[in-house]
């Protein structure tokens, strides 16, 4: 099984596991990646030297590539960069903002930068950039959204540029995988199927209310402040979309309410275990889990039919 992705970063599969903020930490990171996929440290909002021991940590725990996600809106994101450089880390995924001003220090340091994008127009502006391939996700995915469909943006994408695509949104099975594939895409990026894995660190209860979630047990919010998010529904989003459905339509709408009321939720339902007032994002997919499992378990059921695939698209 060999794809352009795989040639690139020296992988076995063409399998990224998705960058989850609290959640995408060494000890996933670095099982996805020796099982065959990338594993992906979260940077998130976290200080450079939080991100530094993470790296560290996979390190010790993985003789194979593995990449950090830079939040590009992070306060720390110039530090987390001169870190990922110094400690000779091979792979970077970028989102929710423009890496180009870290795009010359990474390839002086032999990074390869791969952005999330949710367009097409952005896809464009980050080959001409000289990125070395984008992650192309729908709004299917769990956390931060856009506004396309997995099945509508990835081929539009992979009509748009030269560089490997990745598809991510929607993906769960091998089935999802497949699919990726015969839209175009080089590879698949994989979030809310790692929640269930044992090497996954999330807190019990999270991983619980992912196993029993349903097909419509995802909400969007946010959508007033311009940054959706997609969620399972609780208490949390019951009174968060309680208060945009108050301030829709306002000259002035108070969005500090709904700042307030978002502060550290995430991390209440990660690390606390708070499922009913935490944020416990997901993505429509979870409804397909249905197990806790190994990382190696996972990626072998994610690309079992991928060689016949091969066949197919060659």
Known sequence: MKSKICDILGIKYPVFQGAMAWIADASLASAVSN??????????NAPADFVRGEIRKAKELT??????????????????????????????TTGAGNPGKYLAKLAENGVTVIPVVASVALAKRMEKMGVNAVIAEGMESGGHIGKLTT??????????VNIPVLAAGGIADSRGVNAAFMLGADGVQVGTRFLSAYECTVHQNYKAKILKAKDIDTVITGAITGHPVRVLKNKLT?????????????????????ETLGAGALRKAVVEGDVDNGSVMSGQIAGLVKKEESCSDIILDLVKDLDKIYEIIK
Not at 35 to 44: E, K, N, Q, T
Not at 240 to 256: R, S, V
């Open 63 to 92: 003789d194979k590539p593995f990449g950090v996600n830079v939040m590009l809106q992070s306060p720390f994101a110039d530090e987390v960069v001169d870190a990922i450089c110094e400690e000779k880390v091979k792979v970077v």
């Open 151 to 160: 099945m509508a943006l990835v081929p539009q994408v992979v009509d748009a």
């Open 238 to 258: 019951n009174a968060y979309l309680a208060i945009e459905k108050e301030e829709t339509g306002k000259a002035n709408p108070d969005l500090e309410k709904l």
């Open 35 to 44: 099982a065959g996929g990338l594993g992906i440290i979260a940077a998130g």
